[in-house]
């Protein structure tokens, strides 16, 4: 099965189809992403301002960490599911749409961005964690996950224009 083939079946389905044809499911769904993606960037740049020691220098990284991940996660679940809905109502367009294309690179490149951070970068956070300077690998990764959750944002308002 190739890619188009997939993406012509999800269109196609029961699924892509009743968002497709929907008076008000695709705009119901599309506020539920947002609100999510709302969620999701702006808990990420809660622990990303405080790697950048530009914002909660008072807290320890690891219980904001412990405090703001749960929120992301449960969020970027939310806008997952909402944005795969959206995604089947007419795949075969989004998936050569280069604005989406650049939205699920960026947000690939703030995925290993943050794998990168928590299995390296973090093991150390005792010796940092509260008292400390961040160290520069810690800013780094806060500065481009910042970054690359801004060109997320701007990429999915981009498709916006773009898939009319």
Not at 11 to 38: D, K, N, R
């Amino acid at each position: 099965m190739s890619l188009e083939s997939i993406c012509a079946w999800l269109e196609h389905g029961t699924i892509g189809t009743a968002i497709a044809e929907g008076e008000w499911t695709f705009p119901i769904i599309e506020s539920i992403h947002v609100i999510a993606l709302c969620l999701v960037v702006g808990s990420i740049v809660v622990l990303d301002l405080r790697l950048l020691d530009r914002s909660w220098r008072s807290r320890a990284v690891s219980e904001l960490t412990l405090d703001v991940l749960p929120w992301t996660w449960a969020s970027f679940l939310v806008a997952a599911i909402a944005g795969f809905l959206l995604f089947t109502s007419a795949a075969t367009r989004y998936i050569v749409d280069v604005p989406f294309q650049l939205k699920m690179l960026l947000m690939a490149m703030a995925g290993i961005n943050m794998l990168v951070f928590h299995f390296v970068t973090y093991r150390n956070v005792h010796e940092w964690d509260k008292d400390h300077p961040t160290p520069a690998a810690a800013k780094i990764a806060g500065g481009l996950s910042i970054c690359f959750w801004i060109g997320v944002v701007a990429c999915g308002r981009w498709i916006g224009f773009t898939m009319r």
